[in-house]
């Protein structure tokens, strides 16, 4: 079985851009959360997507968004770029939504860079 | 409020020797505790989780668990620590009862030396 895949692996923008992840979680997966990741902060909870309805919201502007498709796959969007928004963002995938325990899959992350 | 402390922000072990990465919790009910594992430009797999019943888990890579309800902790053990296990480790707590949101310690840097 395929692992979860993202979508650009790297990517540089400057200050002001807007960038869209992908994220193709692992093929039975309903449920999508995004994550990201820096040095300073560790591991940040983003949102949570299930059957494309958005179950969860971290603590993050709204310059921070996403959604899910009907197969699954789902995209993470920022406007107005920052120089603080340069992490490693993670999407990870479970079979059912994450109140029941599942554990996630992560996929390899988009490294972001903002110049 | 959730949340999750890793005491020590790296581990030195030599090989062979057992290994421990520490983790304590915070929650309002009662938990549900993962652990993580993260090689270099990776994402983070899944080694083992707590759910309920036996306070001892077992997980991948022979790595193991074990859930203590009076001192909050989950401590992650390995009899034999290879080199191949130098990695960084995380730890993550749910409240059954509360909100979904998972919290992630800070993570926990294991160096095996040879």
Not at chain 2, 62 to 73: C, I, L, P, Y
Request: hydrophobic share 30%.
């Amino acid at each position: 079985k395929a692992g979860v895949t993202q979508t650009p692996r790297y990517l540089i923008k400057t200050r002001g851009q807007q960038v869209t992840l992908s994220c193709s979680p692992i093929s039975g997966h309903r449920s999508v959360s995004w994550y990201q990741q820096t040095p300073g902060q560790g591991l940040q909870f983003l949102f949570e997507y299930f059957s494309e309805t958005q179950r969860n919201k971290g603590n993050f502007p709204g310059r921070f968004s996403g959604r899910q498709f009907s197969n699954s796959r789902s995209e993470m969007n920022v406007s107005t770029l920052e120089l603080g928004d340069s992490a490693l963002y993670l999407c990870a995938s479970s079979l059912e939504a994450s109140g029941i325990g599942n554990e996630q899959f992560f996929g390899p992350g988009t490294r972001l860079t903002v110049l | 409020a959730q949340s999750v402390a890793q005491p020590e922000d790296q581990v030195n072990v030599a090989e062979g020797n057992p290994l421990t990465v520490k983790c304590t919790y915070s929650v309002s009910g009662n938990p549900y505790l993962f652990w993580y594992v993260q090689y270099p430009n990776r994402g983070l797999q899944f080694l083992l989780k707590y759910i309920t019943g036996d306070n001892l888990v077992k997980g991948s890579y022979g790595f193991e668990a074990e859930f203590n309800k009076s001192q909050t902790s989950f401590h992650l053990k390995k009899p034999s620590a290879l080199v191949s296990d130098s990695a960084l480790y995380f730890c993550a707590v749910r409240d059954k009862g509360g909100s979904y949101i998972p919290t992630f310690g800070r993570g926990t840097s294991l160096i095996v030396h040879p």
